[in-house]
C-alpha cells in the first residue's frame, strides 16, 4: 500500500475536536516520552522532528551521533523526541516507531533516518513495505506494522504531540530544537548545539 503523501499543516488542530479521553497521553504508554540521557541531567533538550525531512536526517545522520557520546551519555543533556509529522507517510513512520518498546524507539528512529532516501523519498514505492522492512529489524512483524498502522487512536495521539508543539512552543518547521524553553528553528552543528545548550562541549 502507498501511503498518500498529503500535507498535515491543517490536520493538527483539527485534533483540539477529540475528546479529552484520546488526548490524555498519560493513559496510552505509547504516547509517553521518547528520550535519551539521565532524567536528572541539567540540561533538557526537546527535538520536534519529522521522519520525512531531509534536514533531520541531515541532524540525526551526522550531528546526533556526537551529541549522544559527548553529551548524552555523560550526563550533560537529556534529549526528548516529539514527533512533529509533516506528511502521511512521516506519520505512518511515526506511529509504527511509538508500536515499538520504548526501549527500541531510538534504534529504529535512526535506522529510518539512515536509509530515508529508500523509503520516504523513491518515487513508487510502496512505502509501508519499505518502512516494515525497517521495522522487522527492530522485531516487528508485517502484521504488527499493519495493525499499528490501523489504529486511529495512536495516530490521533501523535497529532496531538504535534498541535502541543505548535501552541506551546511555536514550532511551524523541522527540526525544531527547545533549548530549556528557547525554540530553535533548524538543524544545527555539534557545537551550536552545545552553545544553545549551555554546556560544555567536552
Not at 536509509?115 to 513508487?124: I, L
Not at 508485517?142 to 490501523?150: E, G, S, T, W
Not at 487512536?153 to 497529532?159: A, D, E, K, N, S
Request: glycine letters at 8%; proline letters at 5%.
Amino acid at each position: 500500500m502507498t501511503t498518500p503523501r498529503r500535507s498535515l499543516l491543517l490536520a493538527a488542530p483539527a485534533a483540539a475536536l477529540m475528546p479529552a479521553a484520546l488526548r490524555a497521553q498519560g493513559t496510552d504508554p505509547r504516547l509517553g516520552e521518547r528520550s535519551a540521557g539521565r532524567p536528572d541531567a541539567p540540561v533538557t533538550v526537546i527535538e520536534y522532528f519529522s521522519l520525512t525531512c531531509s534536514h533531520c536526517a541531515a541532524f540525526h545522520n551526522g550531528t546526533w551521533p556526537e551529541v549522544k557520546s559527548k553529551l548524552v551519555e555523560t550526563g550533560k543533556v537529556r534529549m526528548v523526541w516529539r514527533d512533529f509529522p509533516l506528511d502521511q507517510v512521516a506519520l505512518a513512520a511515526a506511529v509504527v516507531a511509538r508500536a515499538l518498546p520504548a526501549e527500541r524507539y531510538e534504534g529504529f528512529i535512526s535506522a529510518l533516518f539512515t536509509s530515508q532516501d529508500r523509503w520516504a523519498f523513491s518515487r513508487g514505492a510502496d512505502h509501508v513495505a519499505e518502512i516494515a522492512k525497517v521495522a522487522a529489524l527492530a522485531g516487528m512483524s508485517r502484521a504488527q506494522v499493519d495493525a499499528a498502522l490501523a489504529d486511529q487512536t495512536l495516530q490521533r495521539g501523535i497529532l496531538e504531540i504535534r498541535m502541543k508543539g505548535q501552541q506551546e512552543h511555536n514550532v511551524a518547521s523541522t527540526p525544531t530544537f527547545v533549548f530549556n524553553g528557547r525554540p530553535q528553528a533548524g538543524a544545527v552543528s555539534y557545537e551550536r548545539f552545545a552553545e544553545l545548550a549551555g554546556v560544555s562541549g567536552g
